[in-house]
């Protein structure tokens, strides 16, 4: 089993729907990372949470440490907002980025 | 300023070639990682550097040879690859690798071996 599962793998929205998606863990962390990246490579740092939960523009992400589970909503979707959403975690005692299979988000105008 | 720079974008070489990627940032950040990505799957580490020495090597064959020349560089330069080695290249780098901080990617470097 992964230590980061993420849901859905593939979600096409129309344009204007409320997002979410999903990633689930099994080790203990000391932060959760939400990531995108683009058709053409570079990714985009979004949110790094370790509590709680973080608001920037159209996007959130909530993590619940207890129940080991983040989710990252996107409000009025855009066909812009087409991407591949990653989620990246530090497990306890290890500085490296252990990453989710990514979830590619189509949205059609 | 907040990127991190890489060169070039797209890269093509022979198999017999000796070639360089180049990354770079001026966020004063003292931890610096290449990540190779193959289509559709996540990125695998490959290196990291914390204050200019080499601290993470995930049993990279010697083909790829990483250097750090300052805090500001990182290169990794390329010889005798194979064409399995085809991957998009990604360079990153955080303000240090035992404080917990946001991650910032650069473009990655799109390479093909032929």
């Known amino acids: 089993k992964n230590e980061v599962e993420q849901s859905p793998q593939n979600l096409t929205a129309q344009e204007g729907e409320f997002i979410t998606i999903n990633c689930s863990y099994s080790?203990?962390?000391?932060?959760l990372h939400w990531l995108q990246q683009h058709p053409g490579g570079g990714i985009v740092s979004l949110f790094m949470l370790s509590s709680g939960k973080k608001k920037h523009g159209r996007l959130i992400a909530t993590i619940n440490i207890q129940e080991k589970h983040s989710s990252l909503h996107i409000t009025a979707s855009h066909p812009r907002d087409s991407a591949v959403y990653i989620c990246a975690l530090n497990a306890f005692g290890n500085e490296k980025l252990t990453f989710g299979t990514g979830t590619r988000l189509t949205i059609i105008p | 300023d907040t990127e991190v720079t890489q060169t070039p974008k797209h890269l093509v070489m022979g198999m017999t070639n000796k070639k360089s990627l180049k990354c770079e940032q001026h966020m004063g950040h003292r931890a610096m990682y290449w990540y190779k990505q193959k289509a559709k799957k996540p990125p695998e580490l490959m290196f990291v550097?914390?204050?200019?020495?080499?601290?993470i090597n995930e049993s990279v064959p010697s083909r790829f040879s990483p250097e750090c020349p300052n805090s500001s560089l990182l290169n990794l330069h390329l010889h005798a690859l194979q064409p399995e080695d085809s991957a998009l290249y990604l360079c990153?780098?955080?303000?240090?690798?035992?404080?917990?901080?946001?991650?910032?990617f650069g473009e990655g470097s799109w390479l093909t071996v032929v």
């Open positions: 990153a780098s955080s303000q240090d690798t035992g404080a917990l901080g946001t991650i910032y």
């Open positions: 080790v203990g962390i000391s932060a």
């Open positions: 550097y914390s204050y200019e020495k080499l601290s």
